[in-house]
């Protein structure tokens, strides 16, 4: 699975904070070289804070709402195996929001997602060998996800597959 799409916006807004926090020690430090001290000198009280803020852009904005609809949906993939109700979820929490999305990186790397999710499940209910209904909606839900996306290859793989009778 991906994680680098929210993987990077997140680190991005720490790497931000951080370079800030940096940022505002080092002069201290730089100006202040370490001295000795006698042990009877009492340590002088800083009282600075600093304030930092980040200004995420409307597309970082976009990608942290796809990324916490499908964090919580990945969460509950890693406790099981993939059930129907999870790509459930895919499809009508993620896909939904991806399909509204204005920006492709975020929307094509959650489709991406889902796509690679939904091929799991249709292999865990073909090896299987599952009802007939379980195989059909996995089916059902690929087709649908490989239509939102962009993805040729995809689109023609899930055209190609049958439901069971």
Known sequence: MRFSGHANSVSRAHTLFLFGLFLVHMPVSAQNPPQTKSPA??????????????HLS?????????NDAYQSIAQLQRKRTCTTEIIQRYQSEVISLAEKSTFDVPKNGRIQDALTTVEKAYSEVTKSKLAPQFHNEVLKIGKAIADASEDSAAKRTWSQRDPIQ
């Open 41 to 54: 000198s009492p340590k002088p009280a800083r009282h600075d804070s600093v304030e930092v803020v980040a």
């Open 58 to 66: 409307p597309e970082e904005v976009e990608e942290g709402k796809l």
